[in-house]
């Protein structure tokens, strides 16, 4: 069969549970063929084709009929649209045969006519009469809407000449409509539905209409109705639908979506063991501590397999500290894992993400791929889901899943973290699949990012794609800073409506565990060790470094930074080190091999000019350490020297300043990136322009001769925005927002939120 459909009030129209059960049918059946027919423009159309819940039509009848294109190429059907334009006289005549009547032109996409508002019905027909003059026609609407078309151009003759064209059987055509300029396809002798409050004008001009029904209920619901009540449609729908528990109350399950497991797998002695991820700042150990207080939950991410397509049966994770937490494991192989995440993401995703476009690579084979590996995902949180549950989707490797989930289980809160940056419009927009990434996104009920600047990027790519009405607004101060550092930003979106659905959005800058760094430095052995590697430095001062090998961190732009640094003031010869740990990537990772080798050439340059016995500059460590060693460290450092060119936020500014807050007396200063989104939230840092060798030099300079009475006032300070903004209170902020389904309680909520800091101060929407 075929549907041919407006969209504004039928097709889109109706309660969400009717229009998911009609997009359901649709996407499932092949059989069934759909045809948009709308007075919309193309361009205002186009949208709708990357939002992957409203199924794609087979072809579109836009501008009142007088545009008609292949749904899936947008190419024109020239059969049927080149002889409307030869009849067109074009809109600069129609305007200007029209201009002394007090007609307002509607300023819309439109092609092949022109549309106009008029407040004075007695007008339409003086409009008819000068229209003809120019062989055209018009269509009068809703009491205000206008349109003038080429002569015998309306929905119902574009409509049945592609029925002839594509040669289908003209009984197997249900149309749908709500407005007056759907008229004319109910008058081709096609089975048709009014849906439930429609146009009054229509309701009665097709009421002696033969196969015409009018349906109660609106929208996607009439369209249903209208299946239910031809006897040759009945056969489209399904034989047991869905079963829905609308009833049940909501759930308190919390299905964790990450692209990696919360461990790691190690052969020891031969047997398979399950270790905690050694990873120094790694967001998993904190995503793993929500699950501690026995919280119903479910781990999804791959595990690599031997072969394609296997199957991994669910697995506690540690059924004595996380009793209730399952792991539910996709199965990919050593290549699907290496397209996946270590090729495509890493050579498509990260340098879009982090601005570094000249490192981009596109290969649309490979997005194919992640879009499978990220459909994997939706069908296991749509197999492990509690009615209800509540979805927790991180990161950009799964930016495809919140759009396949929501057609798979409409029931469940989709909630997506960013925890990279996001880049501006201009740079987001080199992505080819710009818009299927988007459409899929504006699928969440709330997305969250770590800070305002990140949530103002993504507004910026979302207005450039589709037209969006923003419903809240509120002030980042005093949470965030403004207008004194790179990343600041005055106000924040916090609410759009799509058009479809209302979307909320946020930033949650990512605590750390400031309790467990508590319980680690009350340690006998932390203070031991902590106490021999002060006594091994001396009377030096320890700058340290702590980073992922990447690209985005600068390890080299610093290192040489700090060799012009010694260069320029000689008399800190021998009385400071750089110690920098360097975490390598993942195996496999070729991206990164040329950053290691400059690196490590950079380095060997810079102590082979400066090392003596009693001295080495730059101390080196490439290779992972257990968080213990490296909570060791942070405790013995006088500087923390942070400097990433980009960073989505940077969770070793955090865990250096609380480790420096235990200490009596502490003294340690943190020089953070202005380009690490921590910097809008860590007033009491020492800014820098990592991009500025200046810039880092006079930042390491100010570091190193700052008094003790202010470097113990900024850790102090420092660290009571650390402890407040911990990861329980992250966690509890991101899922509050997620659960808030009113507009007004979530910008209630954000201020609360706020208005409880220990800056105390008053925010306003």
Sequence with gaps: MLIATDLDGTFLGGKSLHKQDLYRLIRNDKSIRLVFVTGRGLETVIPLLNDPIIPNPDYIICDVGATVVNGHTLE????????????????????????????????????????????????????????????????????????????GVNKGTTLANLIKYLKED???????????????????????????????????KTSEIAGVYNA???????????????????????????????????????????????????????????????S???????????????????????????????????????KKNYPNLMASRIGLTKKEIEIFYKSFSKEAFWPTIFSFIDKVKFNH?????????????????????????????????????????????????????????????????????????????????YIGFHIPRYVENFMDVVKSLSPVTVLGITECAPRFLTYSTALGVEKMTTAIDTGRRIVKLGANPVGINVDYIKQLMQRNTMRNKVDVMRKNIGDKKMILSVERLDYVKGPLEKVLAFEQFLDEYPEFHGKVELVNICTPPADGMKIYEKIQHDLEHAVGRLNGKYANL?????????????????????????????TPLRDGLNLVAKEYVAVQGQL??????????????????????????????????????????????????????????????????????????????NIQDFSVNIIHSWKNSVVKEELAI
Excluded at 259 to 277: A, C, M, Q, S
Excluded at 280 to 302: D, E, H, M, Q, S
Excluded at 409 to 434: C, Q, Y
Excluded at 616 to 636: G, H, K, N
């Design 76 to 151: 024109p059907v020239e059969e049927i649209q080149g002889e409307i334009e030869k009849n067109w006289p074009g809109s600069f005549k129609v305007i200007e045969h029209f201009n002394d009547l007090s007609l307002e032109y509607q300023a819309v996409p439109q092609q092949r006519r022109c549309s106009f508002y008029v407040n004075d019905e007695k007008m339409v027909e003086e409009v008819k009469k000068r229209a003809a003059d120019l062989s055209c026609d018009v269509i009068y609407s809703v009491n205000k809407f206008l349109d003038i078309l080429p002569k």
């Design 170 to 204: 003209a009984d197997d055509v249900l149309v749908a409509g709500d407005t007056l300029n759907d008229l004319e396809m109910f008058t081709r002798g096609f089975k048709g539905v009014v849906v439930g409050n429609s146009e009054q004008k229509l309701i009665k």
């Design 216 to 278: 109660k209920a609106e929208g996607a619901g009439g369209i249903i109705e209208a299946l239910k009540n031809f006897a040759q449609f009945k056969k489209y729908l399904p034989k047991t639908g869905n079963v829905r528990a609308e009833d049940d109350t909501e759930s308190s399950q919390l299905v964790m979506m990450y692209h990696r497991l919360p461990y790691d797998k190690r052969e020891i002695n031969g047997k398979t063991e399950f270790v905690t991820p050694k």
């Design 280 to 318: 120094p700042n790694g967001i998993i150990p904190t995503l793993k501590g929500y699950f501690a207080n026995g919280r119903p939950g479910v781990w999804i991410a791959w595990e690599e397999v031997a072969k394609s397509g296997e199957n991994l049966r669910n697995i506690y994770i540690d």
């Design 365 to 445: 084979h490979h997005w194919e791929h992640f879009v499978a590996i990220n459909r994997l995902f939706a069908e296991k949180a749509s197999e492990q889901a509690d009615h209800g549950a509540m979805v927790w989707i991180h990161d950009y490797n799964l930016w495809m899943v919140p759009g396949i989930l929501r057609q798979l289980r409409p029931d469940v809160k989709i909630g997506f973290f960013h925890h990279t940056s996001f880049p501006p419009a201009n740079t987001f927009n080199i992505l080819p699949w710009r818009r299927e990434i988007i459409g899929s996104l504006l699928q969440c009920d």
């Design 614 to 642: 009693n001295w080495v500059p730059v101390r080196l460590f490439f290779r992972s350490l257990p968080f213990e060693e490296v909570i060791a460290y942070y405790a013995a450092a006088d500087i923390a020297w942070i």
């Design 664 to 741: 009596p007396a502490a003294k340690g200063v943190l020089i953070l990136s202005e380009f690490a989104g921590a910097a809008v939230e860590l007033p009491y840092a020492i800014l820098t322009n990592p991009y500025d060798t200046r810039s880092l030099k006079e930042g390491l300079l100010q570091a190193l001769t700052l008094a003790d009475e202010d470097k113990q006032l900024r850790i102090q300070r420092l660290c009571e925005q650390v402890e407040y903004y911990d990861i329980n209170f992250w966690a509890d902020d991101f899922l509050k927002n997620l659960t808030t389904d």
